[in-house]
């Protein structure tokens, strides 16, 4: 994966920031963006320490991001996103019924991600299901 710069990601993010209507507060931007980048940070470290991923944030995160960035948050995500973490992405992204369709995406540094060929994170994928519908 190509690395983005820290100019593409704020420039990409900025083009679909949803401020309804209110003028844009720059610090709260920025952590929205910085949510963004934590999120996928996270997913790496727990899958290289193989520790359980607190699935509430990770929801949590992954539906803010959705509520500022619309359906721009799988570009902006998939473009910081190592690409270990891909499977753990589409199990986000499927449970929330928010996978691009079609799924392929032009990452923000024009790289083409073809999401066709990553598996979802089935073990991610049934713990979501048992933490949201089975408590």
């Known amino acids: 994966m190509a690395r983005y710069s820290e100019k593409q990601l704020y420039s990409a993010a900025l083009l679909s920031y949803n ?4 003028p844009l507060n720059l610090e709260e931007f920025s952590v929205d963006v910085n949510r963004i980048v934590t999120l996928c940070k996270l997913l790496k470290q727990n899958k290289s320490l193989s520790k359980e991923h607190n699935l509430r944030l990770l929801l949590n995160w992954c539906v803010i991001s959705f509520n500022v960035f619309g359906m721009n948050t799988p570009v902006l995500v998939f473009s910081v996103a190592d690409e270990l973490i891909y ?13 691009p369709i079609p799924p392929i995406i032009t990452s923000i540094t024009g790289e083409i991600i073809d999401l066709t060929h990553v598996a979802q994170n089935f073990e991610l994928s049934k713990k979501l299901e048992k933490e949201v519908f089975n408590q």
Do not use: Y
Request: glycine letters at 0%; hydrophobic letters at 45%; a positive charge.
């Open 19 to 22: 401020t309804k209507n209110s």
């Open 87 to 99: 499977p753990e992405l589409m199990s986000l992204f499927i449970f929330l019924n928010k996978l």
